[in-house]
Nanobody, 126 residues
Framework: QVQLVESGGGSVQAGGSLRLSCVAS????????MAWFRQAPGKEREGVAV????????SYADSVKGRFTISRDNAKNMLYLQMNSLKPEDTAVYYC???????????????????WGQGTQVTVSS
C-alpha cells in the first residue's frame, strides 16, 4: 500500500509559477512510475508528466512541454512538479499517482495507476 500526499497548490496569476510536492510512504520498484495528473471541472482526468523513479526518464503531455518539469528525490520519497509560465487552462486539481512499470514503460494513462493522492488545487487567473 503506497500512500501519497500532495501539497503546494494555490492561486497564481497567468505567467506565474508554482511547485507541487508529493510525499510517498515509499518508493518501490513495484510502483516505479510516478506521475502527475490533473482534472478540471467537467473534464476527464488527464496525464501531465511522468517519471520512472530509477531511470529518471520523463514524459510530458504536449500541453505542458517546455513549461513543466517533473523530478524526484528518491532519498526523501518525494515527487515534484515545477510549473512555470502558468496559463488559466492549467487550472485544475492536480493528483500524484503511482503505477506499475511494465514493458510498455511509464505512460500517462490513468488506468495504469492504482495509487492516488487526495489532490491539490491549482488556480491560474488571467
Amino acid at each position: 500500500q503506497v500512500q501519497l500526499v500532495e501539497s503546494g497548490g494555490g492561486s497564481v496569476q497567468a505567467g506565474g509559477s508554482l511547485r507541487l510536492s508529493c510525499v510517498a510512504s515509499e518508493f518501490t520498484y513495484s510502483r516505479a512510475c510516478m506521475a502527475w495528473f490533473r482534472q478540471a471541472p467537467g473534464k476527464e482526468r488527464e496525464g501531465v508528466a511522468v517519471i520512472q523513479i530509477s531511470l529518471g526518464s520523463t514524459s510530458y503531455a504536449d500541453s505542458v512541454k517546455g513549461r513543466f518539469t517533473i523530478s524526484r528525490d528518491n532519498a526523501k520519497n518525494m515527487l515534484y512538479l515545477q510549473m512555470n509560465s502558468l496559463k488559466p487552462e492549467d487550472t485544475a486539481v492536480y493528483y500524484c499517482a503511482a503505477g506499475v512499470f511494465t514493458w510498455r514503460g511509464c505512460r500517462l494513462l490513468a488506468g495504469e495507476y492504482d495509487y492516488w493522492g487526495q489532490g491539490t488545487q491549482v488556480t491560474v487567473s488571467s
